[in-house]
């Protein structure tokens, strides 16, 4: 279980996160919505402190960690149990396909580079790319480069995936690709927590959907309570704007 108690950052005195609480349970998919300077990358970025909270605290499995205090091992111990799939790749451009896989495998988990090897192979089957372990990230389509991501991603065993808008620097033809491949790894019960503005894939996926503004949890709930009967109107005024087609009976 992952659990985000009072999660607050602040940017040059101007608070972005307000205190957000969020709980997580094993297996579940959880997608966060919202508008554009809402707080939901930055809010993705602080479990695994890619960006330091100012305050709370976060807890992953039995792993709790005070965000005012915590120390390099604290930080180290969160990202090891944590993946994220980042908008733009962060693809190795100087490795393969195969390269990038194994670099987390051996670096990070001290893998034998055969063992490595091995599972690399697997995950790159499992995200489409087999044809495709002796390219370099310049060969590759964008939606190619995101699915090495999440290939790169799932080698690193996390307990949970960590997905920042992984599909809005994609040509909209390709975006398709990616998201069938994130479906089939959530039918594996990973846990995932998804940043995204793909209102039908989260629709679709998440078992959880929470809409952010302004730094803050405007609502929470099931796809079926978000998407068919939002509580607050600021979710309501969202969901019309974004995709209309998707929302029954909101008035």
Do not use: W
Not at 182 to 197: D, N, Q, R, S
Not at 212 to 217: E, F, L, P, S, Y
């Amino acid at each position: 279980m992952i659990k985000l108690t009072n999660i607050k950052k602040s940017f040059h005195g101007q608070e972005v996160l307000k205190g957000i609480n969020l709980t997580v349970k094993k297996g579940e998919i959880v997608v966060i919505l919202g508008p554009s300077g809402s707080g939901k990358t930055t809010f993705l970025r602080c479990i695994n402190f890619l960006e330091k909270p100012s305050d709370g605290e976060v807890a992953i499995g039995d792993y709790s960690v005070d965000c005012k205090r915590p120390s390099k091992l604290d930080i180290l111990t969160l990202r090891k149990r944590t993946a994220m799939v980042f908008q733009q790749y962060n693809l190795f451009k100087h490795k393969t396909v195969l390269e990038n896989v194994m670099e987390g495998l051996v670096i990070v988990q001290k893998k034998k580079p055969e063992a490595a090897r091995i599972k690399a192979l697997e995950l790159l089957e499992k995200v489409g790319l087999s044809d495709k372990i002796n390219a370099y990230p310049s060969q590759l389509s964008g939606g190619q480069q995101q699915r090495v991501g999440i290939a790169r991603a799932l080698a690193l065993n996390p307990e949970v995936l960590l997905f920042d808008e992984p599909t809005s620097a994609l040509d909209p033809e390709l975006v398709g690709e990616v998201l069938e491949v994130i479906k089939k790894i959530a039918l594996e019960g990973i846990t995932m927590i998804v940043v995204t503005h793909e209102m039908g894939f989260a629709k679709e996926v998440s078992n959880h959907v929470v809409f952010m503004d302004q730094g803050t949890v405007v609502e929470e709930g099931s796809p079926i309570e978000i998407f068919t009967n939002p509580k607050e109107d600021r979710t309501k005024q969202f969901l019309k704007r974004i995709r209309p087609q998707l929302i029954q009976g909101i008035s």
